[in-house]
């Protein structure tokens, strides 16, 4: 008698052959968003199965190694996947919308393969799997919830490196609250649960996910800015796939005496009701000129961000402040990198080493340098929401072209501010405005609250070293857009110079 535990019968055509699945899989990847080596031609990439884990007989979670012909850059690559046959499969996709189609199923010799995000079996394996190796936080309402909901996944668009998944309170149907009252019981725990939002990270790495470590502490800390986890899940890494031996530590051995490291592979929490992101709100006051009311908010997030540092440091701890002598080789090793990524840099600001150098001096001169502690790593306005109850602050998974083990290190806190300041300029930029004062006096509002709150603590942040990280951030950027978004490069670009211009003595 077929296992129906996950509230779905074994599928009913066979998984196609490794070799099969990767050929074609390949080219359907190229195409999503979230593909990590989008700058690589298709003909010098190659892809392979770094682990598979059978959830059911039509349900696998793959990791896949991709990397080019000479091995120099290469990435895994999260995606889960369900088997079935084409009456099936279009079913999936028709609930999604036709035109996203072509971005949901793909064929590979008679079976019919779904990313799993958009599928409901997915989501009912995913949810009974955390509730076996109970990865739970806290109450397990919420992931009973996420499996009464299952049914009706709305797959989120526009990330570059993850895909969300948002399930709608509304969202349950008899069959799968049933189910999800059989096999994931909530132990007596009845609260009321809005909307839920899972995400799936699609790059993964050895070790603990920033974006699952950092909401987990915080929320455990009392801060209510970061909406409420509920659940996460991890995948074990075979150690022959990373960059980098990871340390004896955190390595482990399986039955059949592979080597692997686990990391996260998603996070459940709660959605904001009422929300808007902060870069569409912010970009629509600019288009009106209500300087008044971007002001209000930014002076508002200001707040908010100084209060996340006070509790990331509680929470995680603090490092003593960098000396000069080692704040200043990282500052320098991100302009080559980047200066080599990106050669329109030094064609665009040939004299960028000694503007630079001048300013970094100004830093020591100033002993700017603060403790370190965790930080959010990639903070901008994308990554805020303004809902029914002010600023909430999502995505701590840091900037998506670093290693993770330099995201989850201490680091300097304005390093965000540095980050929230250029994202001002973007949605500046991207509204058209010319009102350069609405600008001006939106960054003020935000760096005056956030510097008066931290001063508070005893903590001052120096204008020369909010300079320095500025423009270390905006050269990010233009490596980011030139890979990207190349018709976005002229936002940084000019951000880059204005900078320098600025601050120079």
């Not at 099936?88 to 949901?104: F, L, N, P, T, W």
Request: charged letters at 20%.
């Amino acid at each position: 008698m077929a296992d129906n535990s996950t509230g779905e019968l074994p599928a009913s055509v066979p998984w196609p052959e490794d070799d099969a699945l990767c050929s074609v899989l390949l080219p359907w990847f190229t195409k999503r968003r979230w593909f990590p080596l989008k700058d690589t031609k298709h003909s010098d990439l190659t892809l392979r199965i770094a682990q598979c884990t059978e959830l059911n007989a039509a349900v696998r979670d793959y990791v896949f190694l991709v990397s080019n012909a000479s091995g120099s850059r290469r990435s895994l690559m999260h995606v889960p996947l369900c088997c079935m046959d084409e009456k099936s499969a279009k079913s999936v996709a028709e609930r999604h919308g036709d035109h996203r189609r072509e971005g949901i199923m793909v064929k590979v010799d008679g079976s019919w393969i779904i990313d799993g995000v958009f599928s409901p079996q997915f989501w009912r394996a995913w949810a009974l799997s955390v509730f076996q190796r109970n990865m739970i936080v806290g109450s397990p309402a919420g992931l009973h919830a996420l499996a009464a909901r299952s049914s009706y996944p709305k797959v989120t668009t526009g990330e570059q490196s993850n895909t969300s998944v948002v399930f709608p309170a509304e969202s349950v149907d008899e069959h799968t609250q049933a189910w999800a009252h059989e096999y994931i019981p909530t132990a007596g725990h009845h609260e009321k649960t809005g909307d839920l939002i899972v995400k799936i990270f699609r790059v993964l790495d050895a070790g603990r996910n920033p974006d699952v470590e950092l909401p987990v502490a915080l929320a455990k800390d009392g801060w209510d800015r970061v909406p409420q986890p509920f659940a996460y899940s991890t995948l074990e890494l075979p150690v022959s796939f990373l960059d980098a031996e990871p340390t004896p530590s955190s390595a482990s051995c399986t039955s059949r005496g592979v080597k692997t490291v686990t990391a996260d592979s998603a996070v459940g929490c709660a959605f904001v009701q009422g929300a808007r992101d902060g870069f569409t709100l912010m970009t629509t006051l600019a288009q009106s000129g209500d300087v008044q009311t971007a002001c209000y908010l930014a002076s508002d997030l200001g707040y908010v961000t100084a209060d996340m540092h006070m509790h990331l440091a509680h929470a995680l701890g603090t490092k003593a402040a960098p000396t000069f002598d080692d704040f200043t080789p990282r500052i320098w090793k991100r302009v080559q990198w980047a200066a080599e990524q990106a050669p329109v840099i030094t064609s665009r600001i040939p004299a960028l080493f000694e503007q630079l150098e001048e300013l970094v001096e100004q830093v020591g001169d100033a002993k700017g340098l603060t403790s370190l502690s965790r930080i959010h790593g990639d903070y901008h306005l994308g990554q805020v929401l303004y809902g029914d109850d002010g600023w909430f602050v999502l995505d701590f998974e840091g900037e998506p072209l670093r290693p993770l083990n330099e995201r989850t290190q201490p680091d300097i806190p304005a390093k965000d501010v540095a980050g929230m300041l250029r994202s001002f300029d973007y949605a500046y930029a991207v509204s058209g405005s010319t009102d350069e004062e609405w600008l001006v006096q939106v960054r003020d509002s935000f760096l005056s609250t956030y510097q008066h709150a931290m001063k508070t603590h005893g903590v001052t942040v120096s204008t020369e070293l909010l300079a320095v990280l500025e423009i270390d951030k905006a050269l990010y950027e233009v490596v980011y857009e030139a890979r990207n978004r190349p018709d976005w490069i002229e936002i940084p670009l000019e951000g880059l110079q204005r900078a320098l211009d600025v601050t120079r003595p």
